[in-house]
Nanobody, 119 residues
Framework: QVQLVESGGGLVQPGGSLRLSCVAS????????MGWYRQAPGKEREPVAT???????KYADYVEGRFTISRDNAKNMLFLQMTSLRPEDTAVYYC?????????????WGQGTQITVSS
């Protein structure tokens, strides 16, 4: 089992930057695909950025080059560097880990960290 703990959320002004971190424990981090998801009030949880165990990244269209997802397997950590933040980026951001093993999906979530973009 993988346990995930996020940090780095908070209040930031429009146009500002923030870096989210997620540390994993309880299993082998490197074999999991990882991602950041977010959920705004009244909205469904949606993917922001993902990174496979092999390091392949994918971003939501609205990111528009503003965010960078990365991982440090040696430290069991996942990061999301966020720049040019907009008020519409306000949401709870969740760290995610997923692994398919012999046809069964294993999915883990952190508790989430609040990001508020406002003047």
């Amino acid at each position: 089992q993988v346990q995930l703990v996020e940090s780095g959320g908070g209040l930031v002004q429009p146009g500002g930057s923030l870096r989210l971190s997620c540390v994993a424990s309880g299993n082998i981090f490197s074999v999991y695909d990882m991602g950041w998801y977010r959920q705004a009030p009244g909205k469904e949880r949606e993917p922001v950025a993902t990174i496979t165990s092999g390091g392949i990244t994918k971003y939501a269209d609205y990111v528009e080059g503003r965010f960078t997802i990365s991982r440090d397997n040696a430290k069991n950590m996942l990061f999301l560097q966020m720049t040019s933040l907009r008020p519409e980026d306000t949401a709870v951001y969740y760290c995610n880990a997923v692994r398919l093993t012999f046809g069964q999906s294993y999915t883990y979530w952190g508790q989430g960290t609040q990001i508020t973009v406002s003047s």
